[in-house]
Each structure stands twice: as C-alpha cells, then as structure tokens.
C-alpha cells in the first residue's frame, strides 16, 4: 500500500496501461478490500484506490478550485496528486455502499470518465460478500474491455 496523505491509499497503483481505478471507501470491510486485491494483483489494466477520509479530501478539493492561486508544487490538491498518475480516459469505478454516495466528485478532479457499482447495504456473510466482490469485478471486467477495445489492444 502506498499512501500519499492520510485521506487515501493506493491499494494497487495503476500502471501506465491502467484503464479502470476502483475507488472504494473505509466502509467496505477489509475481507472485501483483501478479495478484491487478489483479484486484481496481477491485472496490469486495474488499480485500486482506498479513500480513507473522504470528506477531508473533497473538501481540500473544493478549497483548492476555489482558491485563485495556483499550488507552487503543481498540484493543488490531494485529490488532483491522487489521480495524476492514472492515464486520462481511464474509468473510475466507484463502489458505493450505504445509501449516500460519497466519491462521484472524484470524476470532476481530473476529468476521468466515473461509473459507479452501488452495492447498498453490506452483506453479513463471507458467501453474500463474495457476491458483491464478484459484482465489482465484473463491471471492472466490463469497463476495462470496453476501454481496450477503443484502444484497439483487443
């Protein structure tokens, strides 16, 4: 895992042929987060990032795009560090649990192409979270190949 502030963690970072970030939050639970993860270790077309402190980090966000200087180290935000290194025309998938959703602003930080997986309520056991696992993998799966394609990879 590699952190870049305390607001989020790359999971996986992605790799110059990244065409879908998953963005998930704290509220999934670690047995999902560490699935997902094997899943995806060695799918060079997928990353995964883990917001920690979504609120902070939209709102330092919103603070730096309503702020009329620039950041003198580049970026002026976390979020815009974050997804800097994720190659323009990549999706954001965001998985969504609960009821509100929390990251769909993270599309707007660098223009990234957002879809979002709503998962609801999380399932109490390992079977039922082992579907919703499988459901994030399969609009992953439905992303990237749809991205590859356009790039004519496949």
Known sequence: MHAISQSAVWIKQPSADAAVVIVTSVALPQYMIDKLHLAIDDWDQVAHLAIQQSEALRVDWLRAGSSP??????????????????????????????????????????????????????????????????????????????????RGVI
């Open 69 to 150: 200087e620039k950041s003198a180290g580049g970026d002026a935000c976390y979020a815009s560090q974050l997804l800097r290194c994720v190659p323009h025309g990549s999706f954001l998938l965001d998985v969504e649990v609960g009821t509100a959703p929390g990251l769909t602003w993270l599309g707007s930080v660098c223009g990234h192409p957002l879809r979002v997986v709503e998962l609801g309520k999380i399932a109490s056991s390992t079977a039922a979270m082992d579907r919703q696992v499988e459901e994030v993998l399969s609009a992953t799966r439905g992303l990237a190949k749809s991205l590859l394609q356009s």
